[in-house]
């Protein structure tokens, strides 16, 4: 069934078309003028528009021309008398879908109903089919096997198909702009543009025209006409990063967009239709930004049609190994070994807080990977925030002039050695969720050598259950 709207300014013919149409299976919205047309097409969205190239107050091709501008996904068939095939032509090459020659059967456009409804369905099997393919691909962005990932992971690919409005909430670094980009990888819209925008960079008086264009002269230093974020996102997705920061005449604006599919660029007078769906991202707590007057309550529920919270990394430490992997992965030049990290580099790692999550891990991969040259990784290469978690005074002598080193806390070279071996055993094996055996994948010894130092260090037993995960290589 499909949506129409039959325009025709001869009251008999609409009105046999209306019938027949209506016959078919399909619903049916009448106008008898363009003015009409249009006051129709401001606030829904036709499958089809079947119209007269001759109309009274508007013509049908400007009329269409105008469709094809607001609702792209709109077709357009043109009713045409001899005299006007040779604008019907020219209107085919704007876009239309196709023409008919009064007088004409109506069976002849109900035929042209149908294949054009069963191109509709091809079209959107093949997206279908695209949006589940891509399902499977595009999990790769957010690496992890942590429970709290794998849920975030399912919720991306649940909602990524539908067109609902998304919230991803989560701290500064986790991966909301993946999360994001991987809605749109799996949605229908994926062959169209992804847009993204941090709303906390844009200037204050600025945003409204970046978001939703400007007319030439709309304001100082508007010296041409500019299509906004919006516009530009038209048929696909627009990501608003920090969605906290939009001011509130902006958000008044948005507002309006997710309920009608419509604004106005600044300095225009005519509203403009877009097609677009908004995934959200924030890392500020919207409710207490609601309650302090700071963000609207109705934008809240727009935006926040179905939530996805991404963890710190914190939270999920057993996905450190394969982030790091990733990282080196990534990183590795063409041909070349994946670089080995030695086992005080890897502690060092562990024990870092990474404050910035995933991407400050990154970041810190990637500063000891240029550093160490395509070498081993060791504790220097690390950048120094990350670095003094092992051996504070070794650091700290490291660091000329340090006032608070002092020759009575340098303990016997045994004793440092002992301790430093049994709690970077012991983090190794919490890491791996008490599973041994990958502890000792991890760290390059053989399960049976781990046992050993751990019942010499502190007579814990050897029960370990089997695992096969594949980790960072540690020299």
Not at 20 to 32: D, E, I, P
Not at 102 to 124: C, N, S, Y
Not at 352 to 373: C, D, K, S, T, Y
């Amino acid at each position: 069934m499909l949506d129409i709207l039959l325009i025709d300014d001869e009251t008999d013919l609409r009105d046999l078309l209306e019938e027949a149409l209506k016959g078919g299976g399909h619903a049916v919205t009448t106008a008898a003028d363009g003015s009409q047309g249009l006051d129709h097409i401001k606030g829904r969205v036709f499958d089809v528009i079947v119209c007269d190239v001759r109309l009274p107050k508007v013509d049908g091709l400007t009329l269409m021309r105008r469709v094809r501008k607001e609702s792209p996904n709109t077709e357009v068939i043109l009713m045409t008398a001899y005299a006007d095939v040779a604008d019907a032509v020219a209107a085919l090459k704007e876009g239309a879908y196709d023409y008919l020659t009064k007088p004409f059967d109506v069976d002849e456009l109900l035929v042209q109903l149908r294949r054009l409804d069963d191109h509709k369905a091809l079209k959107k099997e093949l997206a279908d089919a695209r949006t589940q393919l891509s399902g499977r691909v595009s999990t790769s962005l957010l690496v992890g096997e942590s429970p709290a990932i794998r849920r975030a992971l399912d919720m991306i690919r649940m909602v990524g198909p539908s067109d609902a409005p998304v919230l991803i909430s989560g701290e500064s670094g986790t991966g909301k702009e993946l999360a994001a980009r991987m809605i749109h990888e799996a949605s229908s819209r994926r062959e169209k543009p992804l847009i993204a925008v941090n709303c906390g960079a844009l200037a204050e008086n600025l945003i409204e025209a970046e978001l939703f264009g400007h007319e030439r002269g709309a304001f100082t230093g508007a010296i041409k006409k500019r299509d906004g974020r919006f516009k530009a996102a038209d048929g696909g997705t627009l990501f608003l990063d920090e969605v906290a920061e939009l001011p509130l005449p902006a958000q008044a604006k948005l507002l309006r967009v997710l309920q009608e599919g419509t604004f106005e660029p600044v300095g225009a007078d005519a509203p403009v239709r877009v097609d677009v769906r908004v995934v959200s991202a924030t890392h500020r707590n919207l409710r207490e930004r609601i309650k302090e007057g700071l963000f609207r309550e109705d934008l809240y529920y727009r935006i926040n049609v179905i939530e996805i919270p991404l963890p710190p990394l914190r939270e999920r430490p057993g996905d450190l190994p394969l982030l790091i992997r990733h990282f080196l992965e990534k990183g590795r030049p063409k041909d070349t070994e994946l670089p080995k990290i030695t086992p005080r580099a890897w502690t060092a790692l562990s024990q870092h807080a990474f404050p910035g999550n995933v991407r400050e891990l990154g970041h810190a991969v990637e500063h000891a990977r240029i550093l160490a040259g395509g070498g081993e990784i060791d504790l220097q290469h690390l950048p120094l925030p990350v670095a003094r978690n092992v051996l504070p005074e070794e650091v700290a002598v490291a660091n000329v002039g340090a006032p608070s080193e002092a020759p009575g806390t340098v303990r016997p070279l045994m004793v440092a050695l002992r301790e430093f071996e049994l709690q970077y055993l012991q983090r190794a094996v919490d890491l791996a969720d008490g599973k041994r055996v990958r502890a000792a994948e991890w760290l390059g010894i053989s399960r049976k050598t781990l046992w050993e130092k751990l019942r010499k260090t502190n007579g814990a037993d050897a029960d370990a259950a089997e695992d096969s995960r594949v980790s960072p290589v540690v020299s």
